[in-house]
């Protein structure tokens, strides 16, 4: 025997967009922002990885990694554990 559902327990959709109802909306996709790798040769039995490169996100992620680990360091670079004197 399977679990009985609930009768009551369905979702009410609205006509608004997906951004207003809180969840994510999508973003109209920009061609200038991808990046296609061309295969030159098809080859049977390989399996394609990257096709397509996405520059923006991949620029993002790197800023948002150096400022998180650069940016501790360059706070910190003139300080000593010792007296100087």
Request: net charge positive; glycine share 10%; with cysteine.
């Amino acid at each position: 025997m399977g679990k009985a559902k609930k009768v009551g327990a369905r979702r009410k959709t609205s006509g608004a967009p997906a951004g207003a109802r809180g969840g994510p909306a999508k973003a109209n996709s920009n061609p200038f922002e991808v990046k296609v790798n061309r295969q030159k040769f098809q080859i049977l039995g390989r399996k394609t990885r990257h096709d397509v490169g996405l520059p923006g996100v991949s620029r993002a992620r790197a800023l948002r990694k150096r400022t998180q680990t650069l940016l501790k360091e360059y706070k910190e670079r003139d300080k000593s554990n010792c007296i100087q004197r």
